[in-house]
């Protein structure tokens, strides 16, 4: 009897980065508490680790949608998978904000607090100039092909890059040299990404300890009402109607791709930006058999406007700050107010603090008098952004997995096989390598 020797199985590095990121956190916390002054002079790590990673998107976007677009052979596959995807997002965001009115409006968490002037006054630094519908449109567009670059716009760099890639699909055979440089810089900007998640555990010390010398426990425990029901909130969309989704349409377990995905969300949880977790998202979702395509299109289109965590949480800090104050909204108030918010946030999901500007500018948009509130969230909002953050990246995993599945652009044979544990994630390169030679077929009908 004869047997074949077993492959040895290359060890996983990364293991022990990401021991390290729980390690730092732990540290973050108990210095936190322990010397409060100390811990918030290591703010600044936290600051820098967040940037690193914010400086890698651009490049990431801009290589991931010209080689998806570029791929395709026809221009209305482009159509299709982009337009089916922003009626998902769409009709995602209003049931998120649908599910945050009912919850904020069952807990009433702003009754019964008297907010003190000094706390009120600080929500002011946070107000950004209001923008119109008009003006967050017209900019869009870059002043120039590489400004979108430069100056980090999600959305500008978005539409350069879908520009690029149509024009690439137009030049056929004669821009196959262009596909193949644009992939060798996708290798370059994944390995530079891969050599920065190195610096993940000093940059999550630095931000745990100081928004835990910042806080302390007396904030934490007046906002439990607040924290405990907008996690609560976002658990129930989740593991309620995303799981429900996934299951019905995909046939795939929400419990098995979150598994899959868990150091995505250990990362997110120590930086509290699902931004740092983008660009592994595109190639585990490539990796789990869904096609280029799909991927490129829908995954950073998703951060731009699948925000089902941002929307929860706009919708119920603006019911508590508006029953802090005693000036609650009314049920129209409450959509005409958060619909503003959610035109207006699209292209910041993911960035650390966003949803507190766009709160604040949002109420200053409408209710001027309300934005004084916002001050006596700060100094939790870090803990409620990484809810916000796990959140909108549950959804969009979920949203690539159905997108693919409604477009027949999905290996289901390959996804069965990675959420199995038999075709590992290479985490070494960060690149998805299975499907070189064949593209994702349409799953078989069962005889």
Known sequence: MSTE????????????????????????????????????????????????????????????????????????????????????????????????????????????????????????????????????????????LVSAFTEGEVLQTLLVALLAGFA?????????????????????VFRILAMIMWAAPVGAFGAIAAVVGETGWAALRSLAVIMIGFYLTCALFVFGVLALMTWLFARVNLFSLLRYLGREFLLILSTSSSESALPRLIAKMEHLGVSKPVVGITVPTGYSFNLDGTAIYLTMASIFIAEALNAPLSLGEQISLLVFMIIASKGAAGVTGAGLATLAGGLSSHRPELVDG???????????SEARALTNFAGNAVATVLIGTWTNQIDREQVHEVLAGRQPFDEATLLDEHGEESKPVAPKESS
């Open 374 to 384: 916002v001050g006596f969230i700060v100094g939790i909002d870090r803990f409620m």
């Open 168 to 188: 690439l699909q137009k030049l056929g055979p004669k821009g196959e040299p262009i596909r193949r440089g644009v992939e060798h810089i996708q290798r370059l």
């Open 5 to 144: 020797p077993q492959p040895t199985r290359r060890r996983d590095r990364t293991h022990y980065l990401y021991i390290a990121v729980i390690v730092a956190v732990l540290l973050g916390i108990v210095l936190g508490f322990a010397a409060p002054e100390l811990a918030k002079e290591f703010k600044p790590l936290g600051t820098a680790f967040v940037n690193l990673i914010k400086m890698m998107i651009s490049p990431i976007i801009f290589c991931t949608i010209v080689l998806g677009v570029g791929s395709v052979t026809k221009a209305a596959s482009v159509g299709k998978v982009g337009g089916l995807a922003i009626g998902y997002f769409l009709v995602m965001s209003t049931v998120a904000l649908v599910i945050g009115l009912v919850v904020g409006n069952l807990l009433h968490p702003g009754d019964g607090l008297n907010l003190t002037e000094s706390i009120a006054k600080s929500g002011q630094s946070q107000v950004k100039e209001s923008e119109s519908t008009t003006e967050f449109l017209v900019g869009i567009i870059p002043t120039t």
